[in-house]
């Protein structure tokens, strides 16, 4: 079975710029959350979609945004980029929104997103 | 909320040794933690996982052990191998939430 496939795997912007980067779960995951993680560091939770609403947001501006397709797949929109939204988008998709029941979350490759 | 921090930053260990890694968190409500490996260019795998009603799990050369009176956990790897080498996160999170807090990692090297 595909893992959670993200996409593009890169992308370069400009400050100013909008982006928008893609996420596909594992099939039969209806999950999704989103995290940044900057170089060096572990990733930082963004959002949480479940049924396509948002079911968690972590602390990062309203120029981040996100949704949940009815195929359960996301993106996640990005306003008025700065040189600090530099870093790999991670996605990552499980059966439910809890850890609980042993439903570990599973993480896609990324997007590395370079703002110059 | 969820403060987790990991320790050390940097670890380098002959083949065959073993490697220790720990972490702490905060909010003693956590009760999910997973660990995860992170090699160049990819995401983080999942590598092994333990919930706060276990004290300790074992999987091949790798286990995790739960304090959660001291509010910290480990993950144990034992004859260590250079495929190991790879950057190592802890997390916690609440098993009725879809996020996780990690810690900052662990560079791993293991010299043939």
């Known amino acids: 079975d595909a893992g959670v496939t993200q996409s593009p795997t890169h992308l370069i912007k400009t400050r100013g710029q909008q982006v928008t980067l893609r996420c596909s779960p594992i099939?039969?995951?209806?999950?999704v959350s989103w995290y940044q993680q900057v170089l060096g560091q572990g990733p930082q939770f963004i959002f949480q979609?479940?049924?396509?609403?948002?079911?968690g947001r972590g602390n990062f501006p309203d120029r981040f945004s996100a949704r949940q397709f009815p195929n359960y797949s996301s993106e996640l929109n990005v306003n008025a980029l700065l040189l600090g939204d530099s870093a790999l988008y991670l996605c990552?998709?499980?059966?439910?929104?809890?850890?609980?029941?042993?439903?570990?979350?599973?993480f896609g490759d990324g997007t590395r997103l370079s703002i110059l | 909320g969820e403060n987790v921090e990991q320790h050390p930053s940097t670890l380098s260990v002959q083949e065959g040794d073993s490697a220790v890694i720990k972490c702490t968190y905060s909010?003693?409500?956590?009760?999910?933690f997973p660990w995860y490996k992170q090699e160049l260019g990819k995401g983080p795998q999942l590598i092994i996982d333990?919930?706060?009603?276990?004290g300790e799990k074992k999987d091949q050369r790798i286990a995790v052990t739960l304090n959660k009176t001291a509010k910290h956990f480990s993950l144990h790897i034992t004859e260590t191998q250079p495929e190991d080498s790879a950057v190592y996160f802890c997390?916690?999170?609440?098993?009725?939430?879809?996020?996780?807090?990690f810690g900052d990692g662990t560079t791993l090297t293991v010299k043939p």
């Open positions: 990552a998709s499980s059966l439910y929104p809890g850890q609980g029941l042993n439903q570990p979350q599973h």
């Open positions: 099939s039969g995951h209806k999950s």
């Open positions: 979609y479940y049924e396509k609403e948002e079911r």
């Open positions: 909010d003693s409500a956590s009760n999910y």
């Open positions: 333990i919930r706060s009603n276990v």
């Open positions: 997390a916690a999170s609440l098993s009725n939430a879809g996020k996780s807090t």
